[in-house]
């Protein structure tokens, strides 16, 4: 899809939060608080069905998983998007992204679910499937999830609401290392390594490609 549908989809999702779309039932995925959050609440928990799909890997300077940072270095994450009890038992989902704003994760510390998405795979529908919602573009990170595996989403993530309406996700600057709830997330200038540290699991995101581990 295009750039401009998605931006459709985030302004509608806004609209109908403002309208009270706060009626949401037990988060299982990373939706917006609206009406659509009851679907969506039901598949995080579980692996998303989605066409696993060949990728092309970030060349160099990508974050090693295999030498992760000390704890000093790492910075927790404050940003958080307010949501019902309902969806978040703490009431709000950690945001993040990267300095461009094109790789972002949505966390539940308390549930330990998570996703992180790449938003140029969607508007440029670099992993198409064959998804009735769209293509590929999402990876699901939580601490169920025992193999990481891009997924389709037909709606926008909590990180990307929040570069509409704050509060803004915050940004993971080049050269550090954030983490909220079970999942950390090292930026580097040609991708982001982001890691559930209670499942080892994780995948490195570029604009070029992915690589899950």
């Not at 909590?158 to 983490?179: D, K, N, S």
Request: net charge negative.
């Amino acid at each position: 899809m295009k750039t401009h549908s998605l931006s459709c989809v985030i302004a509608t999702a806004l609209l109908l939060s403002a309208c009270g779309g706060s009626s949401t039932s037990a988060p299982e995925n990373t939706n917006m608080p609206t009406e659509a959050s009851s679907q969506v609440a039901e598949s995080t928990s579980a692996q998303p069905q989605a066409t696993s799909q060949s990728s092309t890997a970030p060349q160099e300077g990508r974050a090693s998983s295999s030498s992760p940072p000390s704890a000093d270095a790492v910075t927790p994450v404050t940003s958080g998007f307010p949501v019902d009890t309902r969806t978040a038992a703490d009431g709000h989902i950690g945001i993040l992204m990267s300095p461009t704003g094109n790789i972002g994760c949505d966390i539940w510390a308390v549930e330990g679910y998570a996703a992180c998405g790449v938003i140029s795979y969607y508007d440029d529908a670099k992993y198409p499937g064959d998804s009735v919602v769209g293509p590929a573009w999402v990876f699901p990170l939580g601490n169920d999830i025992e193999s990481i595996e891009i997924a389709p989403r037909g709606d926008a993530m909590f990180f990307m609401m929040g570069q509409q309406v704050g509060p803004a996700a915050q940004v993971v600057e080049y050269g550090t290392t954030a983490r909220y709830g079970a999942v950390e997330c090292a930026s580097e200038t040609e991708a982001m390594t982001c890691t559930n540290t209670v499942t080892g699991r994780g995948v490195i995101m570029s604009r070029e490609g992915y690589e899950t581990f």
